[in-house]
């Protein structure tokens, strides 16, 4: 295989480089603006369609997996709840639709560990892509800003500024105003994207190989973010 340089999380161990990083958000953003017209192609090619339209429902299937459920560490108490929540999840979709933001590529996992970098020429490099969905763009956006505050230990003032460079290729289509808008919306439903992704990969294995690479309690933790409306949603 073609050596593409490092993990960015290496990359940037000794010190977080912010022009790079703003970079690489550019250009995947606009990989996915450009593959807004070509989802049907890849829903054909099999990979999961998580669009606005279809998450309410793949959520509604999902809570109805009860033994499961409980068996990851929920409650009876904590279901009648996830069942009750399903109304507030069709309410954001529809009104995250009403944007001109459209659903396209994404990578489920998107973050520093699965980025990588080649020092000298600086080229970019996205790996994992076992794991794209389609789907509303900006999970992968939240969730590749959440890890790297996290992973760097990001000052806000930093975060809010990388934030702010990342939108640029969206302003194309909407206000900032209504990027920030869409933001809070999805704050509120990042959970439920995670949740998806682990999912996935539950079904896509051996429960036993999955079992030696995850923890229990895995699904239960995210399910508690949307349940109690933590808006600090949990990554993979």
Known sequence: MYDSGIPLHQAFKDKFKTDVFIQMMKDYSILQINTTDKIEMFIKMGVPDWRLEKMPKLYDELITEEEFLIGDGLNKDDLIILKNKSTQLHSICEKLSTFNIKDTFCHADFHDKNILIDTHSLQITIIDLGEVAITYPFFSFLNCLHMAKENFALSNSIYEKIKLECFKPWLE???????????????????????????????????????????????????????????????K
């Open 173 to 235: 289509f909407e206000s900032q105003e209504h990027l920030y808008e869409i933001l809070n919306l999805m704050h509120q439903c990042w959970s439920i994207h995670a949740f998806l992704s682990e999912y996935r990969v539950l079904i896509s294995i051996d429960p036993t190989d999955y079992a030696n690479f995850s923890k229990q309690g895995r699904f239960a933790e995210k399910l508690r973010h949307w349940i109690i409306g933590d808006t600090n949603a949990p990554t």
